[in-house]
């Protein structure tokens, strides 16, 4: 008789346990489908995050580059944006990188 009463609870703990499982699993606000979405966007936010870096440091590299002195100011104005005095012609020598010769 304690058998039979031992085996009915067990059988009532197992489907308890059975039952929340799957409700974690399939209905829960966190639930396993929402959890591997939520990984996914956060590696794409991840690599996001290291483009937009790099280009941050590009940017400050320019900067820097451009507040050095008014020789390097007038020679970014030229290459990068292509300005020039309405007498003259502006050619940028590049090598095989694309990277102009002429870097100070």
Not at 77 to 101: C, G, S, W
Request: charged share 35%; net charge neutral.
């Amino acid at each position: 008789m304690l058998n039979r009463i031992l085996s009915r609870l067990r059988n009532f703990y197992v489907a308890t346990a059975l039952g929340l499982l799957v409700w974690m699993t399939f209905f829960d606000a966190n639930d396993l489908p929402s959890q591997i979405r939520n990984w996914l966007k956060l590696r794409e936010l991840e690599s996001e995050v290291t483009f937009y870096n790099d280009q941050i440091k590009e940017v400050q590299r320019a900067r820097r580059e451009v507040l050095g002195n008014d020789r390097l100011r007038e020679k970014y104005a030229r290459e990068r944006y292509l300005m020039k005095k309405p007498t003259e012609d502006v050619f940028v020598i590049v090598d095989e990188n694309n990277e102009p010769i002429e870097k100070q």
